[in-house]
């Protein structure tokens, strides 16, 4: 599955039941892209693998955390685009990832600098307003 944005790969995953409540959009799947981090919500489960497996989010940064954590990191990444819009539901996702213990501001600092992404937001400065958001 690529971008429409970019036309990188994307990683699609099913969104866990209780954080379907921080999108924007009512919806089991979504998918974030590789190298721009565009988060689109999808009605299907095309490019998801079974419920056995977990989405690659390694595709992303070696640095991203799998499983839910993951998921809650992707859609957290997804929204930095609108955080004046999402600002509560962003802040929700990164204390989630902390819980599932990884620290969502390396995650941000790691693909800041990785060479293979690049966000169509300013991904710095979203990270100082996200170090805001969960220190305030």
Not at 39 to 67: K, M, N, Q, W
Not at 68 to 88: I, K, P, W
Not at 96 to 114: A, C, M, N, S, Y
């Amino acid at each position: 599955m690529t971008c429409p944005d970019c036309g990188n790969e994307r990683v699609a995953f099913r969104v866990p039941d209780d954080l379907r409540e921080y999108l924007p959009e009512d919806t089991d799947y979504a998918a974030i892209c590789t190298r721009c981090l565009r988060l689109d919500p999808s009605e299907s489960s095309a490019g998801v693998s079974s419920a056995d497996e977990t989405p690659d989010f390694a595709a992303i940064s070696d640095s991203f955390p799998d499983g839910e954590t993951g998921a809650a990191m992707a859609l957290a990444v997804g929204l930095l685009d609108s955080l004046a819009l999402y600002r509560s539901e962003i802040s929700a996702l990164l204390e989630r990832v902390e819980r599932g213990g990884t620290d969502p501001l390396l995650v941000l600092d790691r693909l800041t600098t990785d060479p293979g992404v690049e966000p169509a937001f300013d991904l710095s400065r979203r990270r100082t307003q996200a170090e805001q958001l969960l220190y305030g």
